[in-house]
């Protein structure tokens, strides 16, 4: 590769982007510019009504680096897949190709995260139940982690201090509807995590069965982590990530 894409993190629900810093602080060392994105509905103090300022939030990170030129792979955790597969609309590299532009989003690399079609919420793929571990506010427009460490950290060393990274969640971007699957027009990584305890590994390997089966070019690569691999295993999950860039490590 003659230069190598830039790295733009997305990340679930409750985190923000600092939670990756370990695979961020591999791929600078292996020479790639990283990016991370707020989300608007983490930490709201007024819960969003939908994800549309989600996917604007990322939109805003895409779009000078490729009006710049710059490949971008865009790499998505959990509910980050709802929305990064919806910001990368106008941002894709062979689309943009096709008007005469350069830069644009190359790859994208699920890290157990959410690969839904058009038309579907997430929270129609959770048949429309809020999950035993969700502890929603008297409004029902937030939502917290009631079990955190067993959830998302379940083989992270010293997960106290990323609880205390999480902020409450706007619950009603769980209904936003699906209208861009940007699977579907982007090469795609999905990293299987085998100990996920939010979505599970039948639920994972079923989302991947069902996007290729739509016609998704879609590799699967497997590690045997919890929810949060960018912390257990950030190493591992940097290397995946390189082979995701086009390197072969």
Known sequence: MSSKPVIVFVPGAWHDPNGFHLVTAELQAAGYET?????????AQTPLKDFWPDVEAIRQVLKPLADGGKDVVVVVHSYG???GCEAVQGFVKSEREKEGKKGGVSHIYF??????????????????????????????DSVTPATPIETFYNDVKEPEKYVNMLKPHSYLTFASKVTYAGWKHVSCTYLLCEKDEAIPIH???GMVEAAQQAGADMKVET???????????????????????????
Do not use: T, Y
Not at 35 to 43: F, N, Q, W
Not at 112 to 136: H, T
Not at 226 to 239: D, K, N, T, Y
């Open 35 to 43: 990016r991370g994105v707020d989300l608007a509905s983490v930490g």
């Open 81 to 83: 897949g709802v929305i």
């Open 111 to 140: 890290c157990c995260a959410f690969a839904l079609p058009e038309g579907v919420s997430l929270m129609d793929a959770l048949n429309n139940q809020p999950l035993p571990w969700f502890r929603l506010n008297e409004a029902q």
């Open 203 to 205: 639920a994972q390997k």
């Open 223 to 249: 590690i045997d982590a919890s929810h949060s691999p960018f912390l257990s295993m950030p190493a591992e999950m940097a290397r995946s990530i390189r082979r995701a860039a086009g390197e072969s490590v």
